[in-house]
């Protein structure tokens, strides 16, 4: 797929997922504490800048030629990649001198 298609299919490949665990968390209490296993009120908080972010992104996918679209997808995965790595790294570190 190219990226012009790519990443449309993934926004929607992704918005299955969440509909279906909207549909089975929705009712689940916390195993811990008396409240639901949603925190609904992070999600009232959250929400507007994802949607902002989606509006922003679906503009972009639009205007942007299909080489620096790719150019900055490389970018938001090598520096996403990098980010995990070294925290995990970090952790194992951690967790290794606890055993």
Same mark, same amino acid.
């Given at each position: 797929?190219? %990226?012009?298609?790519?990443?449309?299919?993934?926004?929607?490949?992704?918005?299955?997922?969440?509909?279906?665990?909207?549909?089975?968390?929705?009712?689940?209490?916390?195993?811990?504490?008396?409240? %639901?296993?949603?925190?609904w009120d992070l999600?009232?908080?959250?929400? %507007?800048?994802?949607?902002?972010?989606?509006?922003?992104?679906?503009?972009?996918?639009?205007?942007?030629?299909?080489?620096?679209?790719?150019?900055?997808?490389?970018?938001?995965?090598?520096?996403?990649? $990098?980010?995990?790595?070294?925290?995990?790294?970090?952790? $194992?570190?951690?967790?290794?001198?606890?055993?």
């Open positions: 797929f190219t %990226p012009k298609h790519a990443i449309p299919l993934s926004n929607v490949t992704v918005l299955g997922g969440a509909v279906a665990n909207t549909i089975l968390n929705a009712r689940k209490r916390h195993p811990l504490a008396d409240r %639901p296993l949603v925190d999600i009232l908080v959250m929400e %507007p800048l994802t949607i902002a972010g989606a509006l922003l992104g679906a503009f972009l996918n639009k205007v942007l030629p299909e080489l620096l679209l790719t150019v900055l997808l490389v970018l938001l995965l090598s520096v996403t990649a $990098y980010t995990s790595l070294t925290k995990a790294l970090k952790l $194992y570190a951690r967790e290794s001198r606890a055993m």
